[in-house]
C-alpha cells in the first residue's frame, strides 16, 4: 500500500532523525571514566544535591588518577546520615565529616557539608580511600593519610588553631593527620607527577616497602 504524501513526510522525517542519531553516537565518543555509584539515604525525608556530588567526585576522580595511574572506575555506596546522631550509632567519631568503611563512604548530611564549604574535600578524601582499597592496595595507615591530604590539601584547614578544652581524642587524631602529610609532602618534595605515579603502580605491583625503597630510598613504615 502507498503512503500518502504525509506519511511520507514523517516517514523520511524519522529515518533522518535515526541517521543523524546513529552518526551522532559514531563520532561522539563515549566518556573514558565510570563511576557506580549507590546513593543510600538513611532518612526518606533527606533530599541530597546528587549532582554536585558526582561533580565532586568526577573532579576527584580526575586528580586521583592523575597522580597515582590508579584505576578509579569503582563501585561504591554513598550513605547519607541525616544528622550526627546515626554517624554516632555507626560509632564514627563525633567531629568527622566523612568515613570510608568496607566500600561504603559514610557522609554527615551533605547539604550541611555543602553549607560550611567542606563538602569536596570530606568527599574526595574518603573517596581516594575508596580507590585504594579497591584497586587493592595495602598502604600505612600514616601514608594513605597523609597522601590523601597531600591531594586535597584544603581539608588540612581543620588541623589548624586547636583549641582548650576540645575533645581530645579529636586532638590527638589530627596531630596523627597533620604529621602524617609532613611526612608525606616530605616524601613527594621534588617528585615529578609521572614519578608518583610510577611509585604507586609500583607499590601495587610488588609492595608499599619494595616501593619505598625504590623511590624514596628508604625503607618507611
Known sequence: MNLTVEDEYHCSKRQVTLATVIFLLVIIPTPAWCLSTTYVALSGELQYPQLEMEQCLKRAADTIHFYTGLN?????????????FTFHK?????????????GEIHLRN????????????ALS????HAVIHQNSLFLPQWFEEGFAYFLFPA???ELNGKMNGEDSSKIKALDFYSDSYIMVRKL?????QREIQDFFLFCKESGFI???????KISVF
Open 188 to 192: 613527594m618534595g621534588g617528585k615529578s
Open 110 to 121: 551533605p547539604h550541611l557539608l555543602l553549607k560550611k564549604g567542606i563538602l569536596e574535600n
Open 210 to 216: 619494595a616501593a619505598s625503597q625504590k623511590y624514596f
Open 155 to 157: 581539608s588540612l584547614q
Open 90 to 102: 555507626h560509632a564514627f567519631p563525633s567531629w568527622s565529616a566523612a568515613v570510608y568503611r568496607e
Open 125 to 128: 578524601h574518603e573517596f581516594f
Open 72 to 84: 578509579t572506575e569503582i563501585n561504591i555506596r554513598i550513605i547519607l546520615h541525616p544528622d550526627g
